[in-house]
């Protein structure tokens, strides 16, 4: 049975059922690489490529080169 004192402590301070913290496991890789594709269209996906060209379109314009 629990003492007096933590029957107090219980009312005053009220009782944690948090329970404990889980650590994250980070075991996926993160690349640029991955990303590039993705952003060029390399991987396959239609619109990927169409908005890749898209990007490449706006860079090529004589308003985006540096002066």
């Given at each position: 049975m629990a003492s007096d004192n933590e029957i107090l402590y219980a009312m005053m301070n009220?009782?944690?059922?948090?329970?404990k913290k889980k650590e994250k496991s980070d075991?996926?890789?993160?690349?640029k690489a991955r990303?590039?594709?993705?952003?060029?269209?390399?991987?396959?996906?239609?619109?990927a490529k169409h908005k890749a060209d898209i990007k490449q379109k706006?860079?090529?314009?004589?308003?985006?080169?540096?002066?």
């Amino acid at each position: 049975m629990a003492s007096d004192n933590e029957i107090l402590y219980a009312m005053m301070n009220g009782i944690n059922f948090g329970g404990k913290k889980k650590e994250k496991s980070d075991d996926r890789v993160k690349t640029k690489a991955r990303s590039k594709s993705y952003k060029t269209g390399a991987h396959g996906s239609g619109a990927a490529k169409h908005k890749a060209d898209i990007k490449q379109k706006v860079r090529a314009r004589k308003s985006q080169r540096r002066k």
